[in-house]
């Protein structure tokens, strides 16, 4: 049986972020279950890279970096996504994810 890799981790100079996204929900919000899981409830449809788009957005702010330092690396089309976010570290992700 194959474990599945953390939800957060370091790779390099940046961090590998595994979120489950749910769209169309009434409300954006982030429903943090860590280590096991982290889900986003987001409010965009997933049609045209909607929720995509809404995801680096929230992520953007909750975290404090530019979207353009967040990529979603796989993923596009599933809701189960791995996220990059460019040079930072797990735990100043962490701390982020888990304040609020």
């Known amino acids: 049986m194959r474990a599945d890799p953390p939800v957060v981790r370091q790779d390099g100079s940046d961090v590998l972020l595994t979120v489950h996204v749910q769209p169309r929900s ?39 970096l530019s979207k353009s330092r967040i ?14 976010l460019a040079d930072t570290t797990v735990a100043a992700v962490v701390s982020r994810l888990q304040s609020r």
């Open 26 to 64: 009434s409300q954006n919000q982030l429903v943090s279950e860590l280590p096991e899981r982290l889900t986003l409830r987001l409010t965009a449809p997933p049609v045209e890279g909607a929720a995509n788009a809404a995801c680096r957005a929230f992520l953007a702010e909750r975290l404090g």
């Open 71 to 84: 990529l979603v690396l796989h993923g596009e089309t599933s809701r189960r996504k791995v996220i990059r």
